[in-house]
């Protein structure tokens, strides 16, 4: 089993208010990444990271930022919560090495706005 | 040329038949093609995975095709069960691009029991 973990695993908040979804990897991994995703659906990158004080946007654009202060740490922040931000969103890391790049994925984090 | 193509869409199979799932790519500096597994309600996982420098690669009822010539590569699935039942997303990834890895649209199987 993965050592990635996301919090919360559901929520439900109201328009406007600011949120924070937490990613914590235990793997030591240099590289990780948010995608969105709704239930069965593609899955969208929406920001990456190679590492400390490292961000990038990913293909979709989205009105989320994200930040990584620790390796272990990459937390995506929403300042203000729209019901078109409802959706999936899910956190992977990956070693990042030529000819072995696998993701390991948290549980994903399900985001209802209101 | 970073695109990675899925088909089909959506699969329904009788239990104890073969899946395939098809998958194309353009970027030939790709020399990582994994098949993740998604339940509904959980992150995406590794099932099996491919380097571009064999054809074929099998892992217990799972089997990579892999034609390097044509950028293609399926899932196979032998006798099909109803706990197969999930998403299926290829991918690829590769240095070029920093290792993000382009994933296909998903394919979502359905085992009849």
């Known amino acids: 089993e993965a050592d990635i973990y996301q919090t919360p695993r559901y929520l439900v908040i109201g328009t406007g208010k600011k949120i924070t979804l937490e990613c914590s990897q235990t793997?030591?991994?240099?590289?990780m990444y948010w995608y969105q995703q709704d239930p069965g659906m593609e899955l969208h990158l929406i920001h990456y990271?190679?590492?400390?004080?490292?961000?990038e946007k990913g293909d979709l654009s989205s009105e989320s930022t994200v930040s990584r202060i620790r390796t272990e740490h990459f937390p995506l922040t929403l300042e203000s919560a729209r019901p078109s931000h409802t959706s999936q969103y899910l956190c992977?890391?990956?070693?990042?090495?030529?000819?072995?790049?696998?993701?390991?994925f948290g549980p994903g984090t399900r985001l209802t706005v209101l | 040329q970073q695109q990675v193509k899925q088909s089909p869409q959506s699969l329904i199979v009788q239990k104890g038949g073969i899946s395939i799932i098809n998958c194309a790519y353009e970027?030939?500096?790709?020399?990582?093609f994994p098949w993740y597994q998604q339940f509904p309600g959980k992150g995406p996982a590794l099932l099996i995975a491919?380097?571009?420098?064999?054809s074929e690669k099998k892992e217990g009822r799972f089997t990579i095709s892999f034609n390097k010539s044509a950028k293609q590569f399926s899932l196979h699935i032998m006798d099909s069960q109803p706990g197969d039942s999930a998403t299926y997303f290829c991918?690829?990834?590769?240095?070029?691009?920093?290792?993000?890895?382009?994933f296909g649209a998903g394919t979502r199987l359905f085992v009849k029991a």
């Open positions: 990271s190679y590492g400390v004080n490292s961000t």
């Open positions: 970027n030939t500096a790709f020399d990582y």
């Open positions: 991918a690829a990834s590769g240095h070029t691009g920093g290792f993000k890895t382009i």
């Open positions: 992977a890391s990956s070693p990042g090495l030529a000819g072995v790049n696998e993701q390991f």
């Open positions: 793997m030591g991994h240099d590289k």
């Open positions: 491919i380097r571009p420098d064999v």
